[in-house]
């Protein structure tokens, strides 16, 4: 249930992006892709290649920034399989690229573009019949790429692609961090492509503009049943969720930040006991995309609250067991305009992990374990910010 929620948010943002546009419809720069190529599978210490290929849909929802929804497959051996057995295993992905060119200088028409790619989204692998039966797994994954296209003719484009994808430990029966990397060639048309139609109301005009820096702490809650027993243990499950974070407003609407959250938290309640899980202390490392409802429609001056709902994922480690891997965070962003240097904020956050980070590992769901938090903080605006705040057109001092 979480995880549908979770991809939901990122999908509602992605599509109500078109109406912060100013002109533009949903068609706009708009694109459909298909590629096909070689997989290769490295999990528990050894190797296997195969047919790896998908395709995606996506838009330009920035002049830097792209969205699009992945669907890939790879036909390789799983951890318990040797050639010829293989299986299938399916991603399904919110991935983001990014055009540097665009992003310091301001050029959009090159011919030959490379994109750096980050994504989230989950994994499933298939039924194994022979030689060892296995039940089907799935699992949530993070991706890392590259893009590079050529531009041909009209709205075609030829591209070759580099993705890894990280799979948590335990994902298809392999206790150690499990890779997915893909190399593929593929084609892309551009429905429309029109760099004016990518800037949104509100964009910052400047590279130097619109940055921030952000402190806060509040308590977090160890959760292993949120639609259950959510509060289990009461307080006695509560740790300490202190954030750092650094960012960027590309827009009125667009905002991206990179965090580090995270410090104490619990292992699973003793319900026979009634004593708390082990105390245990735990970092996350995170990239969140955020929507800014507060100007959904077009820029409003004087808008003092801004209401941010978010969606991201990162690297997350235990220090007491060194355990690593990855993770999932979804939540509300709530920021209120002090002066032109500063916001207070308010962030209601859920990370969600694998049972295992939580030293519980026969969760019944995959996708329950998790820690909720709520912090308090101080944005400190970095520079000259255009994007957030604006005095009234009817504004008087006297």
């Not at 669907?71 to 295993?89: C, G, L, N």
């Not at 507060?294 to 007491?320: C, E, K, T, V």
């Not at 962003?333 to 002066?339: H, L, P, Q, S, W």
């Amino acid at each position: 249930m979480i995880k549908r929620l979770a991809l939901a948010l990122l999908l509602i943002c992605a599509t109500t992006a078109s109406h912060a546009q100013i002109g533009t419809t949903f068609a706009a720069n708009t694109f459909i892709s298909l590629n096909g190529g070689l997989g290769f599978y490295n999990h528990d210490g050894s190797s296997t290649s195969g047919f790896y290929g998908g395709f995606s849909i996506g838009k330009w929802i920035l002049n830097p920034l792209a969205f699009r929804i992945g669907m890939d497959m790879a036909t390789v051996p799983s951890t318990i399989q040797q050639e010829p057995y293989r299986s299938d295993f399916v991603f399904a992905s919110a991935e983001f690229l990014w055009d540097p060119m665009a992003t310091f200088c301001r050029v959009h028409d090159h011919r030959l573009r490379i994109y750096p790619m980050i994504g989230l989204g989950i994994v499933m692998r298939d039924t194994i019949t022979a030689p060892i039966p296995g039940s089907p797994d799935h699992e949530v994954q993070f991706m890392l790429g590259t893009h590079t296209a050529l531009r041909i003719s009209g709205g075609w484009d030829l591209f070759m692609e580099y993705k890894c994808r990280l799979l948590p430990q335990g994902f298809d029966f392999s206790p150690r961090n499990n890779f997915m990397h893909s190399a593929v060639a593929g084609i892309t048309f551009r429905f429309t492509d029109s760099p004016f139609w990518r800037t949104p109301s509100g964009a910052s005009q400047s590279t130097h503009e619109d940055w921030f820096f952000g402190v806060g702490i509040g308590p977090n809650f160890s959760s292993f049943e949120p639609f259950k027993t959510p509060f289990q243990g009461g307080c006695s499950m509560l740790g300490v969720a202190p954030e750092i974070m650094f960012g960027r407003n590309f827009s009125s609407f667009w905002t991206i930040r990179f965090e580090a959250t995270g410090l104490t938290a619990h292992e699973k309640f003793d319900t026979l006991t009634q004593s708390p899980g082990q105390s245990y202390t735990f970092t996350m490392l995170h990239a969140d995309f955020m929507a800014n409802l507060s100007h959904i429609m077009n820029f409003q001056r004087g808008q003092r609250w801004s209401f941010l709902p978010y969606l991201g994922a990162g690297a997350i480690w235990r220090y007491d067991a060194v355990k690593f891997d990855m993770a999932a965070d979804f939540g509300l962003f709530v920021r209120r305009y002090i002066n032109t240097d500063g916001d207070l904020f308010i962030d209601l956050k859920y990370i969600m992990m694998a049972p295992r980070m939580g030293g519980f590992n026969n969760a019944t769901d995959q996708y329950s374990v998790g820690i909720p938090s709520l912090t308090f903080g101080y944005i400190h605006n970095l520079g000259h910010s255009t994007t957030r705040y604006r005095l009234p057109s009817n504004y008087s001092p006297l």
